[in-house]
């Protein structure tokens, strides 16, 4: 089952802050949190593992809500590039790796 | 210290045509998975190979396999393309027991 990702889309001007959300139906093991640029391939921001773990670095963090199978993504005074497209990708155990369909955030100056 | 590479960058194939797609993995990871990613959606899982076997598959019919080889670099073959087999195929390497993938620049594959 395919996490569902929220918002689709959102624009933002430089310093705003945002959060992503990503959402399963299935009792989540771990959630990955990639950013893809147009063309590039997706790049490793983090992974949080069951237990309502936070993480972060610099002004991106993530938390992972065991018992809602969430997920957010928080962007702190964004800069110009963080534009990208956000994929989560969550796991159920050992199984595959499977992605939610992107947010695309634009940031403007 | 090289990251994944895949090859090649671009490729254009008939229907029915068959095709390989290489992908070198970054050093000392053991472990490839390959993905699909149509236009405007996040990657599809095809399979992972670890130690030269398929580990785990997604849910891709036959036509899709692939091969890792004793120098964790791999191959994913597609026969009997379909024009809905256009997108940018992706390879990911990590090493066995982390979570972290690392994606190459992909492939994309356009069938006419």
């Known amino acids: 089952q395919q996490p569902v990702q929220s918002p689709q889309a959102v624009i933002l001007r430089e310093g705003e802050d945002a959060v992503i959300n990503c959402s399963s139906s299935?009792?989540?093991?771990?959630v990955h949190w990639y950013r893809q640029k147009h063309g590039e391939a997706p790049v490793f921001l983090m992974i949080?593992?069951?237990?309502?773990e936070q993480k972060g670095h610099e002004k991106i963090s993530a938390s992972f809500n065991e018992k809602k199978q969430q997920s957010s993504l928080y962007l702190t005074a964004s800069q110009l590039s963080y534009s990208g497209t956000y994929f989560c990708?969550?796991?159920?155990?050992?199984?595959?790796?499977?992605f939610g369909t992107g947010t695309r955030l634009t940031i403007i100056p | 210290d090289a990251g994944v590479t895949q090859s090649p960058t671009h490729l254009i194939k008939t229907r029915g045509q068959q095709v390989t797609l290489r992908c070198s993995p970054k050093s000392g990871h053991d472990t490839v998975s390959w993905y699909q990613q149509a236009l405007g959606q996040g990657p599809q899982f095809i399979f992972q190979?670890?130690?030269?076997?398929?580990?785990q598959r997604g849910n891709f019919p036959d036509r899709f396999s692939g091969h890792q080889f004793p120098n964790y670099s791999s191959e994913l073959n597609v026969n009997a393309l379909l024009l809905g087999d256009s997108a940018l195929y992706l390879c990911?390497?990590?090493?066995?027991?982390?979570?972290?993938?690392?994606f190459g620049p992909g492939t994309r594959l356009t069938v006419t």
């Open positions: 990911a390497s990590s090493l066995d027991g982390s979570y972290e993938q690392y």
């Open positions: 990708g969550t796991t159920v155990g050992n199984e595959k790796l499977t």
């Open positions: 949080l593992l069951k237990g309502g």
């Open positions: 299935k009792a989540l093991y771990s």
């Open positions: 190979y670890y130690e030269e076997e398929e580990r």
